[in-house]
């Protein structure tokens, strides 16, 4: 009975979410703050980073070198009246904070200082570092101590308080300012210059599937109780937007699959999930200086939209060969079920193309710990949850269409229906596509 109890609490603190979970913009967010900070007749620079879990877990070693303050400097680029200042270290400072899954995330800060004093009325700032990396980027622009700003194209205060709490409206849509042009006026006094303040620790948000992993003592008991909640995540992670339900709902119903098709294809989700997990986590294990992971998602997203629209017109055409060869009285059986299987797998390769970033989390928290077996089956069982609601989707589409079909009910809406479910595979597939096009051009 107590091994029960304490299985059952080990059970509601891994579904309730955790106390640090994952970064607010996102597992694989490099989040950069610049302040030019204009204080008499000096110029300063106070820079900040704001490291996410996977870019910690990649670039952590390379922060923690003492000359990374140096390195940043030279993605600066200061000019007033078109000469380059050099930007000199003066203070930095790191810390780390816990995250997703067991892993940290990194704070970074610098003060830079131009060298010689800076003069001159125009200004223009570009931060050129982590350029190949998403996430929050913002610059802003003050004077104090005699100096003044007649004009700026960025603001004098910071909106995500210097990357410690980003807000909220702009999470899906976060800042991506890198560059900044003024026109100032410099003082005649010795400038004074920012201080690094410790500030609140930024709100998390999330991160029940990957606290799984960074568990203390994994007896039988908790690794089962473990295995079943990230079914549970994968299941419930299934339910959110983009993961293909209208496209197998729309297929089998178009195609006049049968439940063995619905199960065939929760096994073509599961397996693609599960290796595309492990493919992304190679990639940002080896490959991290050659591409960066979360570039290769608009390139995924691109191909899972071609495949769903070359599904989509394949089953179009199917359908009008099916109706013209009913026609004729001709036995187009063989080739039907081929093309069944070919489209099956299209769709499940579709709707599993896409790893989630929380399995990659788990993955690299799981190679952090030395749990690496523990990590890959809460991957595959994560993956068999979402596998679960898309099956359980496509068997409620079958089992709609067989219950619609003993209505008896005829016309050309009912006689168009699979043609009606193609079209729209198609449309969706197309859209797909077309709004992950301008992420990788």
Not at 38 to 51: A, C, I, K
Not at 77 to 87: I, K
Not at 290 to 313: C, I, M
Request: aromatic share 6%.
């Amino acid at each position: 009975m107590k091994r029960l109890i304490a299985l059952l609490a080990v059970a509601g603190a891994l579904l309730a979410p955790g106390a640090a979970a994952a970064h607010p913009l996102g597992n694989f967010t490099v989040n950069r703050f610049s302040a030019v900070a204009l204080s008499g007749r000096d110029v300063y620079v106070h820079y900040v980073l704001d490291l996410a879990e996977i870019p910690t877990y990649q670039e952590g070693g390379r922060v923690r070198l003492p000359g990374f303050a140096s390195a940043l400097a030279g993605g600066l680029v200061l000019e007033l009246d078109g000469t380059r200042a050099v930007l000199v270290p003066v203070e930095h400072k790191l810390s780390t904070k816990p995250g997703a899954g067991g892993l940290p995330t990194l704070r970074f800060e610098a003060v830079f200082r131009a060298q010689p004093p800076a003069h001159g009325t125009a200004l223009v700032f570009h931060d050129t570092n982590f350029a190949d990396r998403i996430g929050w980027k913002e610059i802003v622009v003050s004077a104090g101590l005699g100096a003044s700003i007649r004009r700026s194209s960025v603001p004098s205060t910071s909106e995500s308080d210097e990357l410690r709490a980003y807000p909220k409206n702009l999470l899906k849509s976060p800042l991506d300012v890198t560059a900044a042009r003024a026109r100032v006026e410099l003082g005649s006094t010795p400038g004074v210059r920012p201080s690094l303040e410790d500030g609140p620790v930024p709100q998390r948000t999330g991160g029940g599937f990957e606290s799984l992993v960074a568990r203390g003592e994994l007896g039988a008991g908790v690794i089962l109780v473990s295995l079943l909640i990230a079914a549970f995540w994968g299941a419930a992670h299934a339910l959110t937007p983009g993961h293909g339900k209208a496209i197998v709902a729309g297929y089998l119903v178009g195609s006049r699959g049968k439940p063995r098709h619905a199960v065939l294809l929760g096994a073509v989700v599961t397996v693609t999930h599960t290796a595309g997990v492990f493919a992304l986590g190679l990639v940002t294990l080896l490959l991290s200086h050659f591409v960066v992971p979360e570039r290769l998602y608009p390139w995924l997203t691109v191909a899972s939209g071609l495949l769903v629209v070359t599904v989509g017109g394949s089953v179009l055409w199917s359908r009008w060969r099916h109706r013209g060869a009913h026609r004729h009285g001709h036995d187009h059986q063989h080739h039907h079920h081929a093309h069944d299987t070919r489209g099956l797998l299209g769709i499940g390769v579709a709707a599993g193309l896409l790893p989630c970033p929380s399995a990659l989390v788990v993955l690299l928290s799981a190679i952090a710990l030395h749990r690496v077996g523990f990590g890959l089956a809460l991957i595959v069982a994560f993956s068999l949850g979402l596998a679960a609601t898309i099956t359980s989707i496509g068997l409620l589409a079958v089992f709609a269409r067989r219950a619609f079909g003993r209505l008896a009910l005829d016309g050309p809406l009912v006689r168009a229906l699979p043609a009606v479910s193609a079209l729209v595979i198609l449309a969706v597939g197309i859209g797909i596509t077309v709004n992950a096009l301008p992420e990788v051009m």
